[in-house]
């Protein structure tokens, strides 16, 4: 009895070492004389004691690292990248677990390898691209990360979920006439605006003068219009009034010559009433009176005329 005991513990403890747990978020993979055997989801697992053991845990959870590294431009102007990388399994099936736990010997290898990939390939990229260019690259530049390491990352069993750029920056020489360059091309757009904005000022003021000196134009045509009209029909009302003062004048037998001598002084005291310290001279002799009365009374016989 005392023998049997001990053996039955030993028993025990034997069965009781083929027992074992698996974490959430972790895959175990067992082995067999260094054969792969298969693999063990979370939770309470068994496995042959003595023979069988597991091999490695693999973490089915997304994982990250931080990236610096540095690149040059087809016009040799050098890059340097700030990036994060965020990765995981690609699935839980048991092929893939197989590449994540045979591919590489730990997961120090693994990360060399991956980070050098991607450094590679975005260096190819940046080699064929100005530095002009990178800064406004950065999409595209993840997406062909993307298109050349996820066949890769998939024979290693992992995919890449999101590679995040942080940073671009270059060197401080090329930083300082990038901010040069900027500075002049904002110059240069503000004075573009400033010269635009006269243009269109100066295009508006010409406009309006030339509506102005259109309105102005029409306006003294209306009215020397208006004011020849005016001047005709005075001369109208003028020769209609002579020509009955003169009708008049001749049924009472009267010479015309008064009526017009009548005229010929109204004119003279109109011109002294409203005059606005201009000087007229007029020829006041007799021989000039009476030609002045010669002038008028044939305009008068010509409107009489006219008027029959």
């Not at 290693?156 to 590679?163: C, E």
């Not at 990038?178 to 400033?194: D, G, H, I, Q, T």
């Not at 001369?235 to 009955?244: H, L």
């Amino acid at each position: 009895m005392e023998v049997t005991i001990p053996i039955l513990i030993a028993i025990a403890a034997i069965l009781f070492s083929g027992i074992f747990t698996v974490q959430q978020g972790s895959i175990a993979v067992v082995t067999m004389f260094g054969k792969y055997r298969r693999v063990h989801r979370p939770g309470l697992n068994f496995k042959i004691p003595l023979l069988e053991r597991i091999f490695r845990r693999i973490s089915i959870q997304n994982r990250s690292v931080e990236l610096q590294f540095q690149a040059i431009t087809l016009d040799q102007a050098n890059v340097n990248f700030k990036a994060m990388l965020l990765y995981a399994v690609f699935n839980q099936d048991e092929e893939s677990i197989k590449n994540v736990a045979f591919k590489f010997v730990d997961d120090r290898s693994l990360m060399q390898a991956l980070i050098r990939t991607i450094e590679g390939s975005i260096r190819a990229f940046v080699a064929t691209k100005k530095q002009s260019e990178i800064l406004g690259l950065r999409s595209e530049i993840i997406l062909h990360v993307k298109e050349q390491i996820d066949v890769q990352l998939e024979s290693w069993g992992y995919h890449l979920i999101d590679l995040q750029i942080n940073d671009i920056s270059f060197d401080e020489e090329i930083m300082k006439s990038m901010a040069r360059v900027v500075s002049s091309n904002n110059l240069k757009a503000a004075a573009e605006n400033e010269g635009q904005a006269l243009l269109i000022t100066k295009t508006k003021a010409a406009e309006a003068e030339g509506n102005a000196i259109k309105i102005s134009a029409e306006a003294e045509k209306q009215a020397a219009q208006l004011r020849g009209q005016g001047v005709a029909l005075f001369r109208e009302e003028v020769a209609r009034g002579m020509a009955s003062a003169a009708k008049e004048m001749e049924d009472a037998k009267l010479d015309a010559s008064f009526i017009l001598f009548s005229m010929w002084t109204e004119s003279i005291k109109h011109f002294a009433e409203n005059g606005k310290g201009n000087t007229i001279f007029l020829d006041g002799s007799i021989d000039k009176m009476q030609r002045s009365m010669q002038e008028l009374m044939s305009i008068t016989e010509n409107s009489s005329n006219a008027n029959k």
